[in-house]
């Protein structure tokens, strides 16, 4: 069920952010299409990576410190894999809230959300690799992360409550296999209307309480929301979506809705700081 436990960062606060491309590709080739799943659900500065059925065919989602390298990004993969790429669109995430799975039991939704403080410290090579070896695995020993990085037990110990102190973790959580409690992953994609702020609020607070959904992301870019939905079968998800658009329809002005068939959760720190020796 539990396939890693794992730090999360709070990207702001150690200078980065998170940009998303969604790829629809045609007539690529099984060798292209197995070396660009290859490549992307283990790259470094990809943070997620899924593949997905609906209007778009790959997700990918790279923890990057500017707008400059996310150009420089989709430049490679477009350099590399453009002749088999139909379309493509991108968001910049400009707030994201997590909500944990509530849908088992009655207990109140305690949702987590990443701000976007400026960066709340100055981080060094030592921080970014006890962040890089907690990607990896959260409950990893101080003194085994001291003796991957060359460093002392204390030095871990003191950086990490640090980082968790000034923001630059926000959370320790887990990636889970849902298929096998029975749920489906779902992504919906949400077109606004032009509203005031409080009725935009009302909306994305109703999202924020709904039991089967557990990322809201407003975002700039193609769209203006996504919300990672966990759901039973289609059906479910229909219902679920109906009854967001017919609460809000004057809200919402179009969505598409996509099945994630499989994801992948690299280490994204590997792209930084000379962490490729670790």
């Known amino acids: 069920f539990i396939i890693r436990m794992y730090a999360e960062p ?24 197995n070396e660009f799943e290859a490549e992307y659900s283990n790259r470094p500065n990809v943070q997620w990576f899924a593949v997905t059925q609906g209007e778009w065919n790959y997700i990918i989602r790279f923890m990057l410190p500017s707008e ?33 799975i509530t849908y088992f039991s009655e207990k109140p939704r305690d949702g987590y959300t990443f701000d976007k403080k400026e960066k709340s410290g100055e981080y060094d090579t030592i921080d970014w690799q006890i962040l890089r070896c907690l990607q990896d695995d959260a409950r990893m020993p101080t003194t085994t992360i001291a003796t991957a990085i060359g460093t002392t037990p204390d030095t871990v110990q003191y950086r990490l409550k640090n980082m968790i102190k000034n923001g630059a973790i926000a959370r320790f959580t887990c990636w889970f296999n849902r298929n096998l409690i029975g749920y489906n992953y779902y992504k919906a994609v949400i077109w606004l209307q032009y509203v005031s702020q409080s009725e935009e609020k009302k909306f994305l607070d109703y999202c924020a309480n709904h039991p089967n959904i557990v990322y809201l992301n ?34 919402i002005r179009d969505y598409q809705t996509l099945v994630i068939l499989k994801d992948y959760l690299p280490n994204p720190f590997r792209g930084y700081k000379g962490l490729d020796s670790l």
């Open 218 to 251: 407003r975002v700039i870019g193609s769209w203006d929301v996504e919300i990672d939905i966990d759901a039973q079968n289609p059906i479910e998800l229909q219902e679920i979506m109906k009854t967001l658009q017919h609460k809000f329809s004057p809200i």
């Open 10 to 33: 709070q990207l702001s606060h150690i200078g980065m952010k998170s940009y998303r491309i969604y790829l629809k590709m045609e007539n690529i080739p099984q060798k292209w299409e």
């Open 68 to 100: 400059n390298e996310f150009k420089n990004e989709v430049t490679q993969l477009m350099t590399k894999y453009g002749l088999y790429v139909k379309s493509k669109d991108v968001t910049i995430t400009d707030s994201q809230s997590y909500f944990p």
